[in-house]
């Protein structure tokens, strides 16, 4: 999944980025309001984090702006605890959920979590595929129910397929969800993490749609 971090604090910005790539979500972030206004003209993201008090242009004219386009990417709000008032005027301008400053990692993650598989439909906390368990939430997964290990990359192929079972994504989509802009990126990528997916899960788990790209069928 691909994610946009609007901040313009750097502290808190290389924290965020650092615990998000982790976790395997590509994340590209800007540091004022008008860079995150063309990022959102020209690139799709899964989820947006926004500060609110940003240089140049605000985080609340940036949302506005945003739905006036009729764009429903989710947006997390970063706010400072005393600012009732921005909560609620994000809240009603189009913000779907608000974090606090000073926040915990683990709570955002969770919300981060929370607003992706809203956003796709699925409230579902465990996704079965035959034999496979899966659990977005904890990036657990486990065949025949024996636990097993994926890397980060490999979750961020997977992740974006099981959100959307049944829809076939291109290999250029699959590289917008899995590599943010200053990543290193091979031409054979995607198909290394999906042959590396299917020796793991099962051979049937992800199928190949000649010339078009990779779809799991329905759950």
Sequence with gaps: MKLLLVEDDTLIGET???TLRDRAYA???VKDGALADNALRNH?????ILDLGLPKRSGMDVLRELRSRRDSVPVLILTARDATDDRV???NEGADDYVLKPFELTELLARVA??????AGHAETTVRIGNVVIKPASREVSVDGS???LSAREWSVLEPLITRPGVVLSRAQLEEKVFGWNDELGSNAIEVYVH???RKLGPGIIRNMRGIGYVVDKI
């Design 196 to 198: 590396s997916l299917r």
């Design 147 to 149: 636990r097993v290990d």
């Design 16 to 18: 965020l980025v650092e």
């Design 89 to 91: 005027r994000g809240l």
């Design 44 to 48: 799709s993201y899964d989820l947006v």
């Design 114 to 119: 929370a607003l992706i598989r809203r956003s």
């Design 27 to 29: 994340t590209d972030w």
